[in-house]
């Protein structure tokens, strides 16, 4: 599986932005998904994940309210919907994907390791 994250940019503080996380190689429509970051000097962080049918989101409580992690199976796609965007947004965002239902996991362990990884977008949020 390749993974492709797009749709990064600069943004104003209070902007909003969709980043798609597009796949390759083969479906991933049985695959949990997720978001995460990391910015500048910082480790990486979790930030969503959705379930293989796209039935449950989980989220950081940074981003609850804000983000909306949605996906579509017959396009091989996950998305990120990020609103109402801060400074503190800022960050390098990348896309996962895995076999295991690991999704619920990721809230309390986002260490979990996942399988696939695509390269990162950079969003920046100015102030």
């Known amino acids: 599986v390749q993974l492709q994250a797009s749709g990064g940019g600069l943004v104003q503080a209070g902007g909003s932005l969709r980043l798609s996380c597009a796949a390759s190689?083969?479906?991933?429509?049985?695959?949990?998904m997720a978001w995460f970051r990391q910015a500048p000097g910082k480790e990486r962080e979790f930030v969503a994940a959705?379930?293989?049918?796209?039935?449950?989101?989980y989220y950081v409580d940074s981003v609850k309210g804000r983000f909306t992690i949605s996906r579509d199976n017959a396009k091989n796609t996950m998305y990120l919907q990020m609103n109402s965007l801060k400074p503190e947004d800022t960050a390098v965002y990348y896309c996962a994907a895995d076999s295991r239902l690991v999704a619920g996991a990721l809230v309390n362990n986002p260490g979990l390791g996942m399988d696939h990884w695509g390269k990162g977008t950079l969003v920046t949020v100015s102030s």
């Open positions: 959705i379930t293989w049918s796209g039935g449950t989101t």
């Open positions: 190689g083969r479906t991933v429509s049985t695959y949990d």
